[in-house]
């Protein structure tokens, strides 16, 4: 069973920026696709970022492309979302993801592709 352990939220004013972290306790084999989701009060969780860690293609959601990164290293087991330019709309608790090696192209954005999740940490944007 793999944890994750995410870290990095918090408070941050509009126009700021943060950085998630989410330390895996096995480091990854095969083809691992690993994500960050969030979820706001009220709303469904919701894709963000994506991050294939053989290929290091990346992929995002249209609400944090250009304004959001993710990157990974492999050697400390840990992923990364870096966040610029925050705004209110970011407010969530954002979930860090792994799968099990087999998310084919078409899956990577769905939450049901990733089989294993941290604890989720919060971020809160203020106007």
């Known amino acids: 069973q793999v944890q994750l352990v995410e870290s990095g939220g918090g408070p941050v004013q509009a126009g700021g920026s943060l950085r998630l972290s989410c330390t895996a306790s096995e480091r990854p084999s095969g083809r691992i696709t690993m994500g960050w989701f969030r979820q706001a009060p009220g709303k469904e969780r919701e894709f963000v970022a994506a991050?294939?860690?053989?290929?290091?293609?990346?992929y995002y959601s249209d609400s944090v492309k250009g304004r959001f990164t993710i990157s990974g290293d492999n050697a400390k087991n840990t992923l990364y979302l870096q966040m610029d330019n925050l705004t209110p709309e970011d407010t969530a608790v954002y979930y860090c993801?792994?799968?099990?090696?087999?998310?084919?192209?078409?899956?990577?954005?769905?939450?049901?592709?990733?089989?294993?999740w941290g604890q989720g940490t919060q971020v809160t944007v203020s106007s």
């Open positions: 993801a792994r799968d099990g090696g087999r998310t084919i192209l078409a899956q990577v954005r769905s939450a049901t592709a990733y089989d294993y």
């Open positions: 991050l294939r860690l053989n290929s290091r293609h990346s």
